[in-house]
Nanobody
């Protein structure tokens, strides 16, 4: 079991930036691929980005490609999501998630552990 705690959310104007962090504990961090997902009111949770256990492989949803960057620091047991050029449609609760394997995945049901989420609000 992995415990995940997100931080870094907040209110930002369109075009601004935020960096989300997710601190993990409870299992060897480098054995877990990590993902970021988001859920807007009235919508299903959707994939944003994923990174492999080593950090060598990353992938992004088309809606954030070129604007968001996922990274991890295995020495600090932390995964990050740098969000630039934010848009009002990026407004959502952002969740960090961990897999039981080091290989990336892009669907909600492939992740076993979830954080409590952090709110990101982008004003126009």
């Amino acid at each position: 079991q992995v415990q995940l705690v997100e931080s870094g959310g907040g209110l930002v104007q369109a075009g601004g930036s935020l960096r989300l962090s997710c601190a993990a504990s409870g299992r060897t961090f480098s054995n877990s691929a990590m993902g970021w997902f988001r859920q807007a009111p009235g919508k299903e949770r959707e994939y944003v980005a994923t990174v492999s256990g080593s950090g060598a492989t990353t992938a992004y949803a088309d809606s954030v490609k070129g604007r968001f960057t996922i990274s991890r620091d295995n020495a600090k047991n932390t995964v990050y999501l740098q969000m630039n050029s934010l848009k009002p449609e990026d407004t959502a609760v952002y969740y960090c998630a961990a897999r039981d394997t080091a290989y990336v995945a892009t669907t909600v049901n492939r992740y076993n552990n979830w954080g409590q989420g952090t709110q990101v609000t982008v004003s126009s």
